[in-house]
């Protein structure tokens, strides 16, 4: 599949800033309805935990199916899928603000997240494509913008957005956007040329991948209510690593894989990979944790701590563009290593926040780390793009995407499990919520929580010097 590349800058940058608004978007509606659940399950009369799974279905069938319009980019061209995908997505974002019942809303999040999976997997392998080399990490850093601000901004953005429309807007808002942003790409995006060859797919491993994906995260949410020893998450973790097992085999043997594993022979792509997923999971600890310390611990209403909570969105929003000008200009290794330690120190200082603690120090450190998570992504995205195999960067970019989401789901379940386990440890009985009369209890679980999360990101600063050793040693 080949597709334009001599662009000229300025539709270069309109390419990326349709990508962008679509990138924000379905990355959004990950987090975005989170601050809604308690509403959503009052008013369809549901209990909270059957509300949780509008999100869950969401990220499990955008997980599942990434590599798939990956693969089906690279044969069919990035940019036809992608269209396609704004499509579904802006007819699933209608359907789900309709107020059918429960299963009517997980079926209009099946649909957001079809179409969500096919933007997603394109969006990197587009902007690869159609910027030219020295533009590179500045159309990185454009969509990296726009993948954390929307996996971030979710909660506040959610909560200015309940504080004045009932939550069926959380999901109208994307109507209008994809709607200009579809006009938008009617214009300014060049034509997407299939290759000759018949289309290939492998539905065995397409299969085996999305029920793989579909048992190990729906198991964990099982897990987090019955607990992680309880047979039925016994029995899903069994499967699922059966399941990875013969998904391995299978794609090493298949003529046509869904994803080549060759592409992970390539150690920077690898590290790459791994170094974007630990620090998408660190990024939800403070997304997860925000909410109950500003709402439950510090009293303050839903839409004053939404306020709050753009702390860390608008900082990244402002370093992205710096972000990418330094990457295009200084080594990105080095730029990396320097967000790397930026994050941990932001994330560190809240182990020493409490209760009394004043509140310019929550968006001294909100900021910190998503000024900081900006420096990371724009260079280490445009470092795994450029390891990746020019006729695979479909694959790549799905991949890519699927670290993002499989981080989410993973930063997600490690911070509740592990604030959960803090605070019932502390009294003596299980707890699966805020302890109303016993504040320091969830004190002590966030500092708990979060030393987990700044361990993720130690880790991730650690690969890089690995991959900054490899670098220099193979002289890339």
Known sequence: MAEETSL????????????GMFTFMSTLDSSIINIALPVIAKDLAIPMNQATWSVSIYLIVISGLLTLFGNLGDQLGKIQVFKWGTYIFTLGSFLAGINLGLGFLLFARVVQAIG?????????????????????????????????????????????????????FIFWINVPLGIVTIILGSFIFPKSHRAKQPVQIDWWGTLAFFTLVAIFFGGINVAQEQGFTAPISIVSYVVSLGLLWFFIKWE???????????IFKTKMFTLSIITSFLVFASGFFINVLLPFYLENLRHIEPGKAGMFMMAFPLAMLLGAPIAGMVADQFDREYVTFFALTGIALGMSGWLWMGQNNP????????????????????????ITMSNAPQDKLGVAGAVNALARN?????????????????MSHQLGRQVTTFPVAHPNVFVNGLHFSMFFGMMLVIIAWLLTGYRLILRLKNKI
């Open 406 to 422: 499989v981080g989410m789901i993973t930063g997600t379940t490690i911070v509740t499990t592990t604030l959960y386990i803090s």
């Open 252 to 262: 090493q043997k298949v003529k046509y894989p869904l994803i080549d594993l060759t």
């Open 116 to 168: 969500a999976a096919m933007t997603m997997s394109n969006s990197f392998g587009i902007s690869t494509t159609v910027a030219p080399a020295y533009m590179r990490a500045r159309a990185m850093a454009t969509i990296a913008m726009f993948v954390s601000l929307g996996s971030i901004a979710g909660p506040a953005v959610g909560g200015l957005i309940l504080s004045v429309l009932s939550w069926p």
């Open 359 to 382: 509140m310019y120090w929550v968006v001294f450190l909100s900021a910190l780390t998503g000024f900081s998570t900006a420096f990371f992504n724009s260079p280490n995205n445009a």
């Open 8 to 19: 000229s800058p300025t539709r270069v940058r309109w390419i990326l800033v349709a990508l």
